[in-house]
């Protein structure tokens, strides 16, 4: 799994497990809808760590809380 997978599936299921949809994240991180769902599109490759911060301060948790999980500890290799 690639790090922009990762990503979408922390993000998944921390919305899940708060009960907050996109739109509500969008909102309370202060992005647009569109930020969000365009983030969450698998034919978008490329991801800002300003967003990514935005979406945790929204989120109430640090940038840190958000990475140290298990699904990034075994990422692929992103050269190719």
């Known amino acids: 799994m690639g790090v922009k997978e990762a990503i979408v599936i922390r993000l998944k299921n921390i919305c899940f497990e708060k009960g907050i949809s996109y739109n509500a994240l969008a909102t309370i991180s202060g992005?647009?809808?569109?930020s969000v769902y365009s983030l969450m599109d698998n034919s978008r490759k490329d991801i800002g760590i300003l967003l990514i911060k935005k979406l945790c301060?929204?989120?109430?948790?640090s940038i840190t809380e958000f990475f140290?999980?298990?699904?990034?500890?075994?990422l692929e290799q992103e050269l190719k």
Do not use: A, H, Q, Y
């Not at 992005?31 to 569109?34: A, C, G, Q």
């Open 31 to 34: 992005v647009t809808p569109s």
């Open 57 to 61: 301060d929204g989120l109430e948790i």
């Open 68 to 74: 140290n999980d298990d699904i990034f500890k075994n």
